[in-house]
């Protein structure tokens, strides 16, 4: 199985940038369709951002198109989000996983692996 460790949240100021990391061990991610929840307080856990196997299709929440950016690194084993002109409505913890299927999944019940997630605070 694949397991994945996300890395760079924080605290940032509203609209300012952040860039969030998900390093994967123990199988390449190179078979894993990738994505990012996020879940703030009280809220359930939403879909955010995924890409396929290769790299060349992307998806993401209605709310996050243009601001947010998705990619990965199969060599590194590695995906990314880049967030930029973050909002206090951003702040949540952030979640990478992986889906063993071939398309580009909104529903979190479709993901088979997930890290432990790193928090992101916007202040105002």
């Known amino acids: 199985q694949v397991r994945l460790q996300e890395s760079g949240g924080g605290l940032v100021q509203a609209g300012n940038s952040l860039r969030l990391s998900c390093a994967a061990s123990g199988r390449s991610i190179t078979t894993y369709t990738m994505g990012w929840f996020r879940q703030a307080p009280g809220k359930e856990r939403e879909f955010e951002a995924v890409?396929?196997?290769?790299?060349?299709?992307?998806d993401y929440a209605d709310s996050l198109k243009g601001r947010f950016a998705i990619s990965r690194d199969n060599v590194k084993n590695t995906v990314s989000l880049q967030m930029d002109s973050l909002k206090p409505e951003d702040t949540a913890v952030y979640y990478c996983?992986?889906?063993?299927?071939?398309?580009?999944?909104?529903?979190?019940?479709?993901?088979?692996?997930w890290g432990q997630g790193t928090q992101v605070t916007v202040s105002s």
């Open positions: 890409i396929n196997r290769s790299g060349s299709n992307t």
């Open positions: 996983a992986a889906s063993k299927g071939d398309a580009l999944y909104h529903s979190r019940a479709l993901y088979d692996y």
